[in-house]
């Protein structure tokens, strides 16, 4: 049964930083990985997407990568402003969604 | 980029009425629906899958004959909630995706709260 683990679980940072979530499988066959974001009460916003032939995405200040053979993805935001505080989600597109419990993000001003 | 509207944003209805909620795909033709349910603090739940035209793939533990969907279109897919009872208070959120290899693409959610 494919499990997926985030860490850290919430994390708080000072404007500026750069930061790096972590995303595992237990199961390797990975499909395409996406990362969302979730704000507090709202659905999710896709971030980034990861077909299962590449290895990483770039999309302004975020960028993800992913390896397969170790069964990771990481999302690494640069430059972290407080609009980026929110809950981050990774998920494996395999013939159903599953999702980690998300890494809570804080950026503080 | 694709847009997926889910309604009602918020439901409170009594134990033991039932309670629709649609999710629309509204620039692209959705294939393949999702429903979830999220718990405060709690990642996404997958409930249900929904292929167009087809009877939905329900998860072990998720009551088919309570939590009936219907994909009858490309572009819409409806979660009713039936004889809801308190503990069917949640934050239910459907997701949309085209073809196989595009992204998903999730509604706003639809909280849903029985008195």
């Known amino acids: 049964k494919q499990e997926v683990t985030q860490i850290p679980a919430a994390l708080s940072v000072p404007e500026g930083e750069n930061l790096v979530l972590n995303c595992s499988f237990t199961?390797?066959?990975?499909?395409?990985l996406q990362w969302f974001r979730q704000d507090p009460g709202k659905g999710l916003t896709s971030l980034l997407l990861i077909q299962s032939s590449q290895r990483e995405q770039t999309s302004g200040r975020l960028n993800a990568s992913l390896d397969k053979s170790s069964g990771r993805s990481t999302l690494y935001i640069a430059a972290s402003q407080p609009g980026d505080s929110a809950t981050y989600l990774c998920?494996?597109?395999?013939?159903?969604?599953?999702f980690g419990q998300g890494t809570e993000l804080s950026v503080k001003p | 980029g694709a847009v997926v509207s889910q309604h009602p944003s918020r439901v409170i209805c009594k134990s033991g009425t039932s309670v629709k909620i649609e999710c629309r795909s509204l620039d692209f033709q959705a294939t393949t629906m999702f429903w979830y349910r999220q718990f405060p603090k709690q990642s996404l739940m997958l409930m249900a899958t929904?292929?167009?035209?087809?009877?939905?793939?329900?998860e072990q533990g998720v009551e088919k004959d309570k939590f009936l969907i219907n994909h009858a279109s490309l572009t819409l897919s409806t979660l009713t909630v039936t004889s809801a009872h308190p503990e069917d208070s949640s934050f239910y959120i459907c997701s949309a995706r085209g073809q196989n290899n595009s992204p998903l693409h999730f509604g706003n959610g639809t909280r849903l709260t029985v008195t």
């Open positions: 998920s494996n597109q395999g013939g159903k969604l599953i």
């Open positions: 199961d390797s066959a990975i499909y395409n």
């Open positions: 929904s292929n167009e035209g087809s009877k939905a793939t329900y």
